[in-house]
């Protein structure tokens, strides 16, 4: 399994700042693409931003400008930095993880099947 840990929401102002973070962790072997979704009260889940192993990134286009994603595979963690935030971001933003897990046999590692993982969400609001 693989446990991602969301962190860095709160209440803005309209025209702040904020920066998430998504630190993944347990038997990692690869993580392919990473991203963030966001639901607001009474509608679906939406992809905000999205990047691939290779540092590829896609946004939803109501973000397009204002957020950036971004990724240390270093530490297994995903950012998005919002900035010019305004009360239509009000939601919970939930981290997302496509990626396998190992076994270990003896001293060989194994691979699993990729599958994608989510956070528990964090709350993001921005107040007029």
């Known amino acids: 399994q693989v446990q991602l840990m969301e962190s860095g929401g709160g209440l803005v102002q309209s025209g702040g700042s904020l920066r998430l973070s998504c630190a993944a962790s347990?038997?990692?072997?690869?993580?392919?693409?990473m991203g963030w979704y966001r639901q607001a009260p009474g509608k679906e889940r939406e992809l905000v931003a999205g990047?691939?192993?290779?540092?590829?990134?896609n946004y939803a286009d109501s973000v397009k400008g204002r957020f950036t994603i971004s990724r240390d595979d270093a530490k297994n963690t995903v950012y998005l930095q919002m900035t010019s935030l305004k009360p239509d971001d009000t939601a919970v933003y939930y981290c997302?993880?496509?990626?396998?897990?190992?076994?270990?046999?003896?001293?060989?590692?194994?691979?699993?099947?990729?599958?994608?993982?989510w956070g528990q969400g964090t709350q993001v609001t921005v107040s007029s």
């Open positions: 997302n993880a496509y990626g396998s897990t190992y076994t270990m046999k003896g001293w060989t590692k194994y691979q699993q099947g990729n599958q994608h993982y």
């Open positions: 347990g038997r990692i072997f690869s993580i392919e693409n």
């Open positions: 990047i691939t192993s290779a540092g590829t990134t």
